[in-house]
């Protein structure tokens, strides 16, 4: 019998931030990370980006709503 589920292939960690330039300093200069992409709806909106460190991928929001306490993942 087929499955009609898909088979979970990679999870992205969902970090809260609270600060744009120290999130960068830290991801992007200090651990060596690459920024990948970064989204707002608007210009004073909160912001949501991705960083990468070889194959490993993290995402950023400064989304109150999209991580609460601990963290979540987004899955391809």
Not at 22 to 30: N, V
Not at 55 to 66: A, G, K, R
């Amino acid at each position: 019998m087929q499955s009609t589920y898909s088979i979970l292939k990679q999870s992205i960690p969902i970090f809260r931030i609270f600060d744009e330039e120290k999130a960068k300093e830290f991801y992007i200069s200090y651990l060596d990370f690459s920024l990948d992409w970064e989204h707002r709806y608007e210009e004073y909106f909160p912001l949501y980006m991705q960083v990468s460190s070889g194959d490993f991928m993290l995402h950023l929001s400064e989304h109150h709503e999209t991580v609460l306490q601990g963290q979540q993942f987004a899955s391809k």
